[in-house]
């Protein structure tokens, strides 16, 4: 599986992004997908994970509330719709695919990684 992550960019503090993470290869050995972050100095941490289906998903509290986690699987594609930012949501973001069950929260459960796509947040 292949990963493209696209859609960064530098934006107001309040403003939006939409994060967008294109698969390619075995995409149906996908058993879900998620985001992390890692901002400068800092250790990379979960942002946002779904299932599959789309049906399950899950957020870390940080950015509950103001990230919507999507997914196309027509189009093997799948989305992060940020809202509300805030400085420190500055970060580069990857998406990732994961082909087995378990924790969506642990990037040590995920097999796949795209490049990923720098946000910026200025205040």
């Known amino acids: 599986v292949q990963l493209q992550a696209s859609g960064g960019g530098l934006v107001q503090a309040g403003g939006s992004l939409r994060l967008s993470c294109a698969a390619s290869?075995?995409?149906?050995?996908?058993?879900?997908m998620g985001w992390f972050r890692q901002a400068p100095g800092k250790e990379r941490e979960f942002v946002a994970a779904i299932t599959w289906s789309g049906i399950s998903t899950f957020y870390a509290n940080s950015v509950k509330g103001r990230f919507t986690i999507s997914r196309d699987n027509a189009k093997n594609t799948m989305y992060l719709q940020m809202n509300s930012l805030k400085p420190e949501d500055t970060a580069v973001y990857y998406c990732?695919?994961?082909?087995?069950?378990?924790?969506?929260?642990?990037?040590?459960?995920?097999?796949?990684w795209g490049q990923g796509t720098q946000v910026t947040v200025s205040s």
């Open positions: 990732a695919s994961k082909a087995y069950s378990g924790s969506y929260y642990l990037d040590l459960r995920y097999d796949y």
């Open positions: 290869g075995r995409t149906s050995s996908s058993y879900g």
